[in-house]
């Protein structure tokens, strides 16, 4: 007990502070649902766990599966399971593994659903409803996967946490949901943002760094325009303060400034960025009117996490989130919608990377 202790202590403060949180109250976020007819059931997930809550919204012939790859299991869960030495089972029985809401949908509205919910609710496509087939229980969750992922978060909680530099050029909001992701334990992403850096002076996103007590630095590009070489000597004095602060992975969000080849070597494998496009579709500036344009016209915009290479928006592909090009659509409109489902597709991003799931 006390070596289980031990071994996980580093990362316990913030599993005390989960355990502290008020649970989940999901009115607002399934209101606009209510009076759809598209909900057939909802699971509240509370003392009961998944094995327990699930079955009291279902007629005995009928099973749901689980998908546990998809499941966000948060650290504290990892924590317990292997502290208590509790099984599985035991597992699903009394805890909700992250799971804090079941809707169940019919197959063909799932998508409009999800549409609705999923950029802010984190919301996903879990599993789905079979007839049962006896002595098979309500709820199938396989167990080889959800060992898997229930190790996964017992290893990140002995894993230092990746160290986390943005580079912003304005209002931030990539940056505030990046934020929000790493100081939330229960997102279960295994990093800290310990440094941002803007290159223009009062931005917003500097003052969201501000309020999240993150160290931040303006470095302005125009202070090295009388240099030999401006865009290396300004990428390399970036460099310095990134490596000042030890950050081994770099964000870029809403970073207005081309990346010298240099700068995009010293940190290969590490450099991220978002695009608003579907790439390889639509790279460079005006990616939304781009796509607008295009005749015959898209019927998906979205946006892509990707490493960054020496190319214009090239690098490997990380994530990518769709978003429905609308008939009446206008560039700001189809920007705003883009903008949330990055909110979404960034943490999203960033946890693959920093919990080792994915590299270059
Ligand atoms: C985003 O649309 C992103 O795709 C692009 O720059 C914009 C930044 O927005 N690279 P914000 O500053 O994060 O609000």
């Known amino acids: 007990m006390i070596f289980n202790y031990n071994l996980f202590s580093h990362n316990f403060l913030q599993t005390g502070e989960e355990l502290l949180t008020p649970t989940k109250i999901y009115t607002e ?23 327990e809550n699930i079955p009291r919204v279902l007629p005995k012939h009928l099973a749901i599966h689980l998908n546990a790859a998809e499941m966000h299991i948060p650290p504290v869960f990892g924590w317990l399971a292997s502290i ?15 799971i ?6 019919p197959k063909s509205s799932a998508n409009e659903v999800l549409e609705l919910l999923k950029h802010k609710n984190d919301a996903r496509l879990l599993g789905s409803v079979h007839a049962r ?16 992922n229930l190790r996964n978060v017992q290893r990140n909680l002995l894993t230092p946490k990746r160290r986390v530099g943005v580079l ?10 990046l934020i929000d992701a790493t100081q939330n334990s229960a997102y279960g992403v295994n990093a800290e943002i310990v440094l941002v850096i803007s290159n223009k002076e009062n931005v917003l ?65 590490n450099l ?13 500036l005006h990616a939304q ?45 189809l920007t705003q919608r883009i903008h949330k489902a990055e909110h979404y597709a960034y943490p999203k991003a960033l946890r693959l990377l920093a919990n080792e799931r994915i590299h270059l």
């Not at 870029?252 to 010298?260: E, P, T, V």
């Open 29 to 51: 976020a399934i209101k606009p649902l209510l009076h759809s007819n598209k909900i057939k059931a909802i699971a509240h997930i509370t003392g009961g766990g998944l094995l």
């Open 84 to 98: 208590g030495n509790i099984t599985n089972q035991e597992m699903q029985r009394t805890y909700n593994c992250g």
């Open 100 to 105: 804090g809401l079941i809707l169940i949908v």
């Open 133 to 148: 087939k006896e002595p098979e229980p309500q709820v199938v969750i396989d167990d080889v996967i959800f060992t898997q």
């Open 168 to 177: 912003i050029s304005g209002t931030g909001t990539n940056l505030q949901a």
């Open 205 to 269: 996103g500097l003052k969201r760094a501000v309020d999240a007590s993150i160290p931040h630095k303006v470095i302005s590009h125009l202070n090295f325009k009388n240099t030999e070489n401006p865009r290396e000597a300004f990428d390399r004095a970036m460099t310095a303060e990134l490596e000042a602060h030890n950050v081994d992975l770099i964000c870029l969000a809403g970073f207005m400034r081309i990346l010298s080849a240099e700068f995009v070597r010293r940190w290969n494998g």
């Open 272 to 284: 991220v960025n978002i695009h608003p496009s579907l790439l390889p579709k639509y790279p460079g």
């Open 289 to 333: 009117q781009q796509a607008l344009d295009a005749n015959p016209r898209d019927t998906h915009s979205g946006c892509t996490v990707h490493f960054v290479d020496e190319g214009v928006d090239t690098g490997a592909i990380i994530w990518q989130e769709l978003v429905p090009i609308l008939d009446n659509d206008t560039d700001d409109l």
